[in-house]
Nanobody, 127 residues
Framework: VQLVESGGGSVQAGGSLRLSCAIS????????LAWFRQPPGKEREGVAAMYTGFGGGNIYYDNSVKGRFTISRDAAKNTVILQMNSLKPEDSATYYC????????????????????WGQGTQVTVS
């Protein structure tokens, strides 16, 4: 499984960015996909996650981004999207997409241990 993020950049507070994560090595299986972020000098934290089964309706957000970020999946392109609106300076971080075993997460949906495969990260800077 390989994950490749794109779409990061610099934006002013209140602006929007759209991150994409292209997934290879997975097709029609059901599994969790998640976006994490790591601000400079801080630990990596989960911001959004979704389960590809059940029509993709099982979606979860960290409280810090709820109402501003939207995770979605383009199954035809095998891509997961993170639409980020109303960005704040505290959203500045390196953003990573991740996935783990087939089925549900081995630990919590925002537990790093649940995710085996990671992208290289894309930088988001909000000023």
């Amino acid at each position: 499984v390989q994950l490749v993020e794109s779409g990061g950049g610099s934006v002013q507070a209140g602006g929007s960015l759209r991150l994409s994560c292209a997934i290879s090595g997975r097709s029609n299986e059901n599994y969790f996909l998640a976006w994490f972020r790591q601000p400079p000098g801080k630990e990596r934290e989960g911001v959004a996650a979704m389960y590809t089964g059940f029509g993709g309706g099982n979606i979860y957000y960290d409280n810090s981004v709820k109402g501003r970020f939207t995770i979605s999946r383009d199954a035809a392109k095998n891509t997961v999207i993170l639409q980020m609106n109303s960005l704040k300076p505290e959203d500045s971080a390196t953003y990573y997409c991740a996935t783990g075993r087939l089925g549900g997460p081995a630990y919590g949906r925002f537990d790093l241990r649940s995710y085996t495969f990671w992208g290289q990260g894309t930088q988001v800077t909000v000023s």
